[in-house]
């Protein structure tokens, strides 16, 4: 068949490339940088298959909204069950429905959209969306990368598409193949185990290259990016010394992932509307830009300040949004998942920009927003950086 002709909108080289690769199969990958049509090149390989009966999309809840429009924008043949991938996990209910619904159908073509969200292979809604894959015929999966934090993100993703893929028989086995890893005792009783390394990725590559297609976004137009500065006053810094002390005060009786987390996000809440941010703000805030915002209080308090201003948060802008008529995002606040990061870059820097997109980070001088800034550099998760630095927990929270 020619691939041009399966979507309304002509196919990019890359796009053509994608379906001519996977349409053959009745699974595949589609790990294509933000920007460069992943919707698009999907629906060219749903719209390949005859008498699907069944088109069961799972995205983000929060573009479920926006999906609606870019599907029929697509071309997309046939009528799309959307479902959100937060709900499945979240909700027993949404979950039996779905599984009922799907269970009526011969011909499913389900599509698992941001597969990343599934890289957690004991959470409870990995092994929800792995129970509803078992009834699709078809199946693909789309993201940027297929790795945002290190190479255990792979076998979920994988086993999604078939458990064929890979030979091993849990997600132990597959560490225990691809990783070197160190494991922390306490009282002989084992408590983390952290990845040091990797072996086998050639081998690795090998079994899921088949299945996988990956192109990178190549524009003519550039990135920019700005540090801009910003500091607490005595007073602010009073208040976060304080804090900090109050909420490490009793850490070592509950040194789990959850209180660490607990306690870093409480603390970079403290400072979201430091006063000196908005000098910072006021004066880049100009040819509009996005601002991206953490936090629901720093979100309402620069829309109270410049009602215009387009304003989004990591959870409801980071994904599906297509803003090509920007070229400019403010960070207010800074993110911890460094995929939150690429997907807000994403949303400027794609197939459609004409103009050199920048990017300025609010940057204060707090030990909090240095050791953030290292962990989206080194594309690791704050929790565990801070596990690594923690063995002297006095000095790390005066840091801090």
Known sequence: FNVHLIAMRALTQSQAAAVE?????????????????????????????????????????????NLVAELEKC????????????????????????LAHIQKFKRVFMVLDESIKIKNARAKRTTRILQLAQHAEYRIILNGTPVTKNIMDIYTQMQFLSPKILP???????????CKTTTYKKGGVTKTTDITGYANVDHLLSLIKPYVFTCN???????????????????????YNDLKHELFANYREDTSDVNILAILQKLQHSYACARNKWDLL???????????CKYLASRDAVL????????????????GLNLQDYNRIIYFDKTFDYSFREQSEGRIYRNGQKLDCEYYDLTGDIGLEAMIDRCISQKE????HFKKQGKNIKKLIEKL
């Open 381 to 384: 998760g704050l929790v565990q």
């Open 21 to 65: 690769k996977l349409a053959r199969l009745k699974v595949g990958a589609l790990f294509m940088a933000c920007g460069t049509g992943k919707t698009q090149t999907a629906v060219a390989l749903v719209n390949s298959v005859q008498d699907v009966d069944c088109l069961f999309w799972l995205c983000p809840c929060q573009v479920k909204e």
């Open 217 to 239: 976004l190549e524009l003519k137009v550039g990135k920019k990016y700005h540090v801009l500065h910003w500091w607490l006053d005595y007073d602010e810094q009073e208040e």
């Open 75 to 98: 071309g997309c043949k046939y009528p799309a069950h959307i479902v959100g991938i937060e709900s499945i996990g979240c909700s027993d209910r949404i979950f039996m429905e779905e």
């Open 282 to 292: 006021k004066e880049h805030l100009t040819d509009k830009p996005i601002v991206f």
């Open 168 to 178: 091993f028989k849990n997600w132990y086995a597959f560490r225990e193949s691809y």
């Open 304 to 319: 109270e300040r410049y009602p215009h201003a387009k304003v989004l948060t990591y959870g409801t802008g980071s994904f």
